[in-house]
């Protein structure tokens, strides 16, 4: 059980245009949903929690004009990275938490490359 | 504010050495820790976490990690390493948020 999905697993698209990255619970009710972004040879960098129905929380330096975040409902969160740019070509993941728990249960992670 | 360090980049050990991976962590409380593996081009897999209890933790694939509060370190350990540990590894902490520590990479040699 605790499995999350990402789609799609990896996209090219265009400077200036946008793209959208689905992260799906598929077998729990996921309260708070979390996207992170991962450099070559980096660690992961939490860009921001969002919990179904409410806005989400950007961490300090990340644009929230640019990644929009959008928990529809408690299995699905959407990021979605605006007018994109070459410098936002990266690995995203995202992560789902359960009900109180504080384990997170990671997709495995879309990767984005901006031309 | 929580912090994680892993201090070894990169390890290089023979396929049936043992194995260990540092983490130290900075927090005013006892955090709950995790580590996971990640495979070039994969998302995360939890191998283990500590909550509570026993400060000797199992985790899946045959690794162990030992919580050590005097030290603040949750060190990573595998008795005899096999050719698919290769991977990079994170440990993280959770107290105030989630905080993933640099990783480090593993390399196994044949």
């Known amino acids: 059980g605790a499995v999350v999905s990402q789609h799609p697993s990896w996209v090219i698209c265009k400077s200036g245009t946008s793209v959208k990255i689905e992260c799906r619970s598929l077998?729990?009710?996921?309260?708070?949903m979390f996207w992170y972004r991962q450099f070559p040879k980096q660690s992961l960098m939490l860009m921001a929690t969002?919990?179904?129905?409410?806005?989400?929380?950007?961490e300090q330096g990340v644009e929230k004009d640019k990644f929009l975040i959008n928990h529809a409902s408690l299995t699905l969160s959407t990021l979605t990275v605006t007018s994109a740019h070459p410098e936002d070509s990266s690995f995203y993941i995202c992560?789902?938490?359960?009900?109180?728990?504080?384990?997170?249960?990671f997709g495995p992670g879309t990767r984005l490359t901006v031309t | 504010a929580q912090s994680v360090t892993q201090p070894d980049i990169h390890i290089t050990v023979s396929e049936g050495a043992s194995l260990e991976l540092r983490c130290n962590y900075s927090y005013g409380a006892t955090p709950y820790l995790f580590w996971y593996v990640q495979s070039p081009g994969q998302g995360l897999q939890l191998l283990l976490k500590y909550f509570s209890g026993d400060t000797l933790v199992q985790g899946i694939k045959g690794f162990e990690a030992e919580f050590k509060r005097s030290q603040s370190s949750f060190n990573l350990r595998k008795p005899s390493v096999h050719w698919s540990d290769a991977a990079e590894y994170f440990c993280?902490?959770?107290?105030?948020?989630?905080?993933f520590g640099p990783g480090t990479r593993l390399s196994v040699l044949p």
């Open positions: 077998d729990f009710q996921a309260t708070t």
């Open positions: 993280a902490v959770y107290g105030q948020n989630f905080v």
């Open positions: 969002s919990n179904e129905g409410s806005k989400a929380t950007y």
């Open positions: 992560s789902a938490r359960r009900g109180s728990s504080y384990e997170q249960y």
